[in-house]
């Protein structure tokens, strides 16, 4: 590694390792804030509770929004601490970019990540490495933290495979080395240089010259913003007009365009979060569990995500939905002041992971058949039926069964199967199913496909696809399923169909909505609705693992 990169690695696992500031611990000129907000520092209020960073947009030229009582902005310039001026309330203000320069990005592919306490399944994995005459790098990510007292660490060990200067570069070796060993390969960006952007920010007959960094506090009231994107990369996306709690911070991104951040405390991101994830009519013990799981979610991934982005977490699916303030509600607010500051844990310092989807389908799946990250025992595919007493390996003729009827599962309600979500069905031609294939692999004319690899619960993590070009392999439960038009889930058998002979195409007929690994949502809906408490589904869905409170 050359001395260049050397510096730059080291000086971001130092941010990685540095514990959480306090608020008056900000940074004050430019440059210090925008290094910030690209390493996972993170604040804490005065009553010791975590500020999140949410990124809500990006790659904006002009956004458009107003304060619903007179707040204060903090505009920066050069190399100077920030200028304050006062916004007057409910009066638009726009913020447009003059100039901007991009990051500069380099890539490092992983083979794969442990917890940094287990050095014991990294060496063991890395054999398999060194047996290949392939040598690995040992890098964390993560960071360690206190809360009340409490020591919390997320670091994570990452086999790195190599560094390049462009993604073409590592997408070519991945693939390779993919097509050789069958083994997933990550790519993951880290930034070089950090981007630049002017703006002007206008209201009324003021403006403001700004460098990279615009910071809005609305005090004890709220910030509208226009035109917000709702839905991305999916058929339901939109734009809509939305208010946030907390602070808006508007910072060049990787692109040098506008980013726009929402600086808030933990309870108020959750209180937006929860209702986008279950619904408000949900029992409240099922409310209290998504909760937990939420907050979970946050607290055991801060800095495992988004490295080269101005904030810790995305709104979006890819990390969990934020709907601001708009979306927040009675039940789900309780949800989340009566598991106050509560995770799980795994260990004395380490949070659990607790992943969840929508509908099971009636039985949950194994992290590593989803993920292919090494097995962790608290996240166990199992049955989520009422008469479970054992593990069920759906397999063969017992798949069949399970798929093409609808047993008794605390997933399956009136809601699940009248829009299919607990069994569904979806069928292709041949032409179709080639068409769809020529996005990444042109076999040619599909003439047969079957499953390789199945998990327990009967999801789908390997195919093999024979066309009249070449046969191909495919892994990845996601890959999969985006692969033939966004499946709901993996879960699914295949039945040839034909038309006066003569093979026409195929039937997917499948189960569950979602990845299937950790809490089922619907099934935790269940489970509440059935009298367990949100300790007891926790306890289902995530085992070996005990609940504390940190804040």
Same mark, same amino acid.
């Given at each position: 590694m050359s001395p260049k990169y050397r510096l730059l690695w080291t000086l971001s696992i130092l941010y990685l390792s540095t514990l959480s500031l306090p608020t008056h611990a900000m940074a004050q000129t430019t440059q210090q804030v925008l290094r910030t907000l690209y390493s996972n520092h993170f604040q804490l209020s005065s009553k010791g509770i975590p500020k999140i960073t949410v990124g809500l947009m990006e790659n904006k030229r002009r956004v458009r929004f107003y304060c619903t009582q007179d707040c204060t902005a903090y505009v920066y310039r050069n190399k100077t601490s920030p200028q304050q001026v006062q916004l007057l309330a409910n009066q638009p203000v726009t913020l447009s970019l003059q100039s901007h320069s991009k990051a500069h990005t380099r890539y490092w592919m992983t083979a794969f990540r442990v917890h940094q306490q287990h050095t014991s399944l990294w060496k063991r994995l890395a054999k398999t490495w060194k047996d290949r005459n392939i040598s690995l790098v040992s890098r964390k990510i993560g960071t360690v933290f206190s809360l009340n007292g409490k020591l919390l660490d997320n670091r994570m060990l990452l086999a790195v495979l190599g560094f390049y200067s462009t993604y073409r570069e590592a997408k070519r070796e991945a693939t390779r080395l993919f097509t050789r060993y069958q083994t997933p390969i990550r790519i993951h960006e880290q930034l070089t240089k950090l981007p630049g952007a002017r703006y002007v920010m206008r209201q009324g007959q003021q403006q403001w010259s700004v460098n990279r960094i615009a910071r809005i506090d609305p005090g004890a009231g709220r910030i509208t913003i226009n035109r917000m994107e709702q839905g991305r990369n999916t058929r339901r996306h939109r734009f809509r007009t939305k208010s946030y709690q907390g602070e808006i911070i508007f910072a060049p991104d990787r692109h040098g365009k506008i980013a726009v951040i929402n600086r808030l405390p933990l309870p108020t991101y959750l209180r937006g979060l929860l209702p986008a994830e279950m619904p408000a009519?949900?029992?409240?013990? *099922?409310?209290?569990?998504?909760?937990?799981?939420?907050?979970?979610?946050?607290?055991? #991934?801060?800095?495992?995500?988004?490295?080269?982005?101005?904030?810790?977490?995305?709104?979006?699916?890819?990390?969990?939905?934020?709907?601001?303030?708009? *979306?927040?509600?009675?039940?789900?607010?309780?949800?989340?002041?009566?598991?106050?500051?509560?995770?799980?844990?795994?260990? #004395? %310092?380490?949070?659990?992971? %607790?992943?969840?989807?929508?509908?099971?389908?009636?039985?949950?799946?194994?992290?590593?058949?989803?993920?292919?990250?090494?097995?962790?025992?608290?996240?166990?595919?199992?049955?989520?039926?009422?008469? *479970?007493?054992?593990?069920?390996?759906?397999?063969g003729a017992t798949l069949q069964r399970w798929l093409t009827t609808s047993p008794a599962a605390y997933c399956s309600n009136r809601r699940t199967r009248r829009r299919g979500r607990f069994r569904w069905q979806k069928s292709y031609s041949i032409t179709q199913i080639t068409n769809l294939l020529k996005r990444r692999y042109d076999v040619g004319n599909v003439l047969d496909m079957k499953v390789t690899k199945r998990g327990v619960s009967g999801r789908a993590y390997a195919m093999k696809i024979v066309g009249d070009k070449k046969q191909i392999l495919i892994h990845g439960e996601l890959t999969i399923r985006k692969l033939f038009g966004n499946l709901s889930s993996s879960m699914f058998i295949l039945r040839k169909r034909s038309v006066g002979g003569r093979l026409w195409g195929w039937q997917f007929i499948g189960g569950g909505w979602g990845h299937g690994v950790g809490m089922c949502q619907h099934g935790a809906m269940g489970r509440a609705r059935a009298g367990h408490t949100y300790r007891k589904i926790l306890k289902h869905y995530y085992s070996k693992t005990s609940l504390i409170r940190v804040y």
């Open positions: 009519y949900a029992p409240l013990e *099922a409310l209290k569990a998504q909760a937990v799981c939420a907050r979970n979610e946050i607290l055991a #991934k801060i800095g495992s995500r988004h490295h080269a982005d101005p904030y810790l977490f995305c709104a979006h699916t890819h990390c969990q939905v934020y709907a601001g303030a708009n *979306a927040t509600h009675p039940r789900t607010n309780k949800a989340v002041s009566e598991t106050r500051g509560q995770v799980l844990m795994l260990s #004395k %310092t380490r949070m659990a992971d %607790t992943p969840y989807s929508a509908v099971c389908g009636g039985h949950t799946e194994h992290n590593e058949h989803v993920w292919f990250t090494p097995q962790n025992m608290s996240l166990r595919g199992k049955p989520d039926t009422p008469n *479970a007493t054992k593990t069920m390996s759906l397999q």
